[in-house]
């Protein structure tokens, strides 16, 4: 996937910011987190773009739907927060400091460090994840952004495991979540771009069909030789 400058992402995120806090005060609060987790996120991810263009990519997408989330404020802020605690978990005191009421949607959104999976542990972080409007609609946002920068960074039996555990976990989540809320079309869009997702990945994955020799008195042509 192209990385997208980041200097412009976050103008551009900023900008849309400011635009939404002129309607809405509370928009600046964002902001203001924004700020907060810039400061924290600042490694590098693994397909070498600044960590911090994760949430920024997200935000930037989440805003495409803007008009059919029933909270758009919570969830841009719980995309800020939704890796806080979980990769730096040191930050709870000045996140309860600072931004209280954002310390529980960073909370239910870190995963659990577990390496075995096990899947009591897993079916019901995704069931607590279910009964939350907000971090629903951020843990698909996340999958999908994850999935868009996978393919040429993990390895093919990482990609085989990432795909597997979409396909087990956030399409249930996804099918839950159209039962408990009203917003059904956020949900199916992310569905679709999931779907698409897993099938593209899956299609580079396959090999490739043997060649098949050259027909009797047919001449090859070895493009490289040109």
Do not use: W
């Not at 040429?152 to 099918?175: C, D, P, S």
């Not at 771009?193 to 050259?214: E, S």
Request: one cysteine or more; hydrophobic letters at 35%.
């Amino acid at each position: 996937m192209q990385k997208t400058d980041y200097s412009k992402l976050r103008t551009k995120v900023l900008g849309i910011i400011e635009g939404l806090a002129l309607a809405d005060p509370d928009y600046n609060e964002l902001r203001r987190l924004l700020t907060f987790c810039e400061g924290i996120h600042t490694n590098t991810r693994k397909d070498g773009s600044k960590e911090f263009s994760h949430q920024l990519e997200m935000i930037a997408y989440a805003i495409t739907f803007h008009a059919q989330l029933t909270d758009p404020l919570s969830v841009y802020c719980a995309i800020l927060v939704h890796d806080v605690l979980e990769d730096y978990p040191e930050e709870r005191g000045a996140m309860l400091s600072e931004f209280p009421s954002v310390v529980d949607l960073s909370t239910r959104l870190s995963k659990f460090k577990d390496s075995s999976h096990d899947e009591d542990k897993y079916y019901g972080y995704f069931a607590s994840l279910a009964g939350c409007p907000v971090c629903s609609i951020v843990k698909l946002i996340d999958r999908i952004h994850n999935l868009s920068t996978a393919p040429g960074v993990f390895t093919e039996a990482k990609l085989h495991e990432y795909l597997l555990e979409t396909e087990k976990y956030y399409f249930g989540l996804i099918r839950e979540c159209k039962l408990r809320y009203e917003n059904r079309s956020v949900y199916e869009n992310l569905k679709f771009v999931l779907t698409t997702q897993v099938n593209t990945i899956q299609a580079l994955l396959q090999p490739l069909p043997a060649a098949k020799p050259p027909e009797k008195g047919r001449v090859e042509c070895n493009y490289d030789s040109l």
